[in-house]
């Protein structure tokens, strides 16, 4: 139980393009999902929290009109990563918590996103 | 604001031997601890949790201990196998929040030579 998937599990795309990375619960309703970057031999960073149905909250220093978070439905959020830039390449997981486990979070395997 | 800082950042070491992974933060007012390992390019799989009532928990080769007094914690794996090389990363969430958001330390990359 508890698995989170993501896709696509990398993408390449182009500057300037917008890159969307879905985030789905797939046995269970995730009411929180966050969203983490990570750069190579770097830490987990957070970006944001999203909860169900209300807009994202996102840490210090991301940027929310360019990192759109959109958490519709309890199985899936989505990160659309806007006029990406080489610099916006990383590798993006994300986690989901459920009501009854809300101190455990359940991670996706995650996506490497290229921008050439 | 919250720091977790793990050492050694890298660590080799012949197959069958015990090792220790360090683990510390700065602030001692954790709801939880998590280890998790990470293998090359993939998602996260969750270890141990430790509650911040708890002093230490078992699975396995693996034993995770908690002082939250002194902001520690270790990771110790027994008789360490090649399929335990992987980057293993602790995480903490603070105590009195409402999101549990968690707090990575940058890892341990860890090799276990056959």
């Known amino acids: 139980g508890a698995v989170v998937s993501q896709h696509p599990s990398r993408v390449i795309c182009k500057s300037g393009t917008s890159v969307k990375i879905e985030c789905r619960s797939l046995?269970?309703?995730?009411?929180?999902m966050f969203w983490y970057r990570q750069f190579p031999k770097q830490s987990l960073m957070l970006m944001a929290t999203s909860n169900e149905g209300s807009k994202a909250t996102y840490e210090q220093g991301v940027e929310k009109d360019k990192f759109l978070i959109n958490h519709a439905s309890l199985t899936l959020s989505t990160l659309t990563v806007t006029s990406a830039h080489p610099e916006d390449s990383s590798f993006y997981i994300c986690?989901?918590?459920?009501?009854?486990?809300?101190?455990?979070?359940?991670f996706g395997p995650g996506t490497r996103l290229t921008v050439l | 604001k919250q720091e977790v800082t793990q050492i050694p950042a890298a660590l080799s070491v012949p197959e069958g031997e015990n090792l220790v992974l360090n683990c510390s933060f700065t602030d001692s007012a954790i709801y939880n601890l998590q280890w998790f390992r990470q293998d090359p390019g993939k998602g996260l799989t969750s270890l141990l949790l430790i509650q911040s009532s708890q002093r230490e928990q078992t699975s396995g080769r693996l034993n995770a201990s908690l002082d939250k007094s002194s902001g520690r914690s270790t990771l110790y794996i027994a008789a360490s196998q090649p399929g335990d090389s992987a980057t293993y990363l602790c995480a903490v969430i603070p105590s009195g929040g409402s999101n549990y958001k968690l707090t990575f330390g940058k890892g341990t990359l860890l090799t276990v030579n056959p």
């Open positions: 046995d269970f309703q995730a009411t929180t």
């Open positions: 986690s989901a918590t459920s009501p009854q486990t809300t101190d455990t979070q359940y």
